[in-house]
């Protein structure tokens, strides 16, 4: 199964990104075959709507999982319309992140934002 983290740096040891739809990178984990791959967030620079812009990035990499930090209320409705569920992660370390998820030890994100529509989020 492919799960996205939004990520710093193209690495996994990167640390989890702090915010969602501004995040520079996506790190795309196939937990089957254990293979990480990246994807340049070109919504991290938009003026407006960058959390449709990167829940749309996240669709077209076919995951099955979001995990991050908060999310947008337009984001969250995008992935979730697209049946991917999201994924609360508790530490900043991609590695640990994607251990606690194998492991079941991650919440789901249920307390969505309304977005930072003024600043362009």
């Given at each position: 199964?492919?799960?996205?983290?939004?990520?710093?740096?193209?690495?996994?040891?990167?640390?989890?990104?702090?915010?969602?739809?501004?995040?520079?990178?996506?790190?795309?984990?196939?937990?089957?075959?254990?293979?990480?791959?990246?994807?340049?967030?070109?919504?991290?620079?938009?003026?407006?709507?960058?959390?449709?812009?990167?829940?749309?990035?996240?669709?077209?990499?076919?995951?099955?999982?979001?995990?991050?930090?908060?999310?947008?209320?337009?984001?969250?409705?995008?992935?979730?319309?697209a049946n991917i569920e999201i994924y609360k992660n508790?530490?900043?370390?991609v590695s640990d992140t994607i251990r606690a998820?194998?492991?079941?030890?991650?919440?789901?994100?249920?307390?969505?934002?309304?977005?930072?529509?003024?600043?362009?989020?």
């Open positions: 199964m492919k799960i996205v983290i939004p990520v710093d740096n193209k690495s996994l040891d990167s640390q989890v990104a702090n915010t969602f739809g501004r995040a520079p990178f996506y790190l795309v984990y196939d937990t089957e075959g254990e293979k990480p791959s990246f994807v340049d967030n070109s919504a991290a620079r938009s003026q407006g709507g960058a959390g449709i812009k990167a829940a749309q990035i996240v669709v077209d990499t076919g995951a099955k999982v979001l995990i991050a930090p908060q999310c947008g209320e337009n984001a969250a409705k995008v992935i979730k319309a508790e530490t900043d370390s998820f194998k492991e079941g030890k991650l919440s789901k994100l249920d307390d969505i934002h309304s977005g930072y529509h003024r600043r362009g989020d």
